[in-house]
């Protein structure tokens, strides 16, 4: 069964750029997360999906985030413009929705993004 | 007050020794308790899960939760030099936000 995948797994962008990241979820996993640890930080919860709805997105920190997930399927996370303190590596993560294991999170590599 | 409460350490413990992890919580309402496992540049990767009062073993992993202490705690018996990572304890509410905190450096000297 494949992972969690993640693309890309390093960005590096200016100040004022653009970037999205893409997430693709374990199938069958309707749960999806997006996570960011900043250097030295703890990793932050940014927002949660159960198929294509967003059910809590109280970590997402400004207006300028913006994470689809069409279809229930793969989600993305887009950051527009980029600003220095967006830095820090970003984690997805899914669950499936009923089953033993619908509280175990299973994590993604991460990307790693570096606002210059 | 942070929301998840963990020694950031690192914590040293000789191979074959008993390495004990702790964590203190903010929010009683909390209902489900995480131990993830971070080898460095790596993802987290859960280890144990614990959601009632008293002690849960797996192996050589035994996780402890005090709901009236706001306390959980990972125990980690026989410690290998392979177990050497930052641990991070993770704490659920109601829904499915999950907090963390940042992380214990454990060292296991050989």
């Known amino acids: 069964e494949a992972g969690v995948t993640q693309f890309p797994s390093h960005s590096v962008i200016e100040k004022g750029q653009t970037v999205t990241l893409r997430c693709d979820p374990i199938?069958?996993?309707?749960?999806l997360y997006w996570y960011r640890r900043v250097m030295g930080k703890e990793i932050k919860f940014l927002l949660h999906?159960?198929?294509?709805?967003?059910?809590?997105e109280s970590g997402m920190p400004n207006n300028r985030f913006l994470a689809e997930r069409t279809g229930g399927t793969y989600s993305t996370l887009k950051v527009q413009p980029a600003e220095l303190e967006d830095s820090g590596v970003y984690f997805c993560?899914?669950?499936?929705?009923?089953?033993?294991?619908?509280?175990?999170?299973?994590f993604g590599p991460g990307t790693r993004l570096t606002v210059l | 007050q942070k929301e998840v409460e963990q020694n950031s350490g690192p914590l040293s413990v000789p191979e074959g020794a008993i390495a004990s992890l702790n964590c203190t919580y903010s929010?009683?309402?909390?209902?489900?308790f995480f131990w993830y496992r971070q080898y460095s540049g790596k993802s987290p990767e859960l280890i144990m899960f614990?959601?009632?009062?008293g002690d849960k073993e797996d192996g050589r992993f035994t996780a402890q939760l005090n709901k009236a202490s706001q306390y959980v705690s990972l125990l980690i018996r026989d410690s290998q030099p392979s177990d050497s990572a930052t641990y991070l304890c993770?704490?659920?509410?109601?829904?499915?936000?999950?907090?963390f905190g940042a992380g214990t450096r454990l060292f296991v000297k050989a």
């Open positions: 993560a899914s669950s499936p929705i009923s089953g033993s294991s619908y509280n175990e999170q299973f």
């Open positions: 199938s069958g996993h309707d749960n």
């Open positions: 999906f159960v198929k294509e709805s967003k059910q809590d």
């Open positions: 929010d009683r309402g909390s209902q489900s």
């Open positions: 614990i959601y009632s009062n």
């Open positions: 993770a704490v659920k509410t109601g829904g499915f936000k999950t907090i």
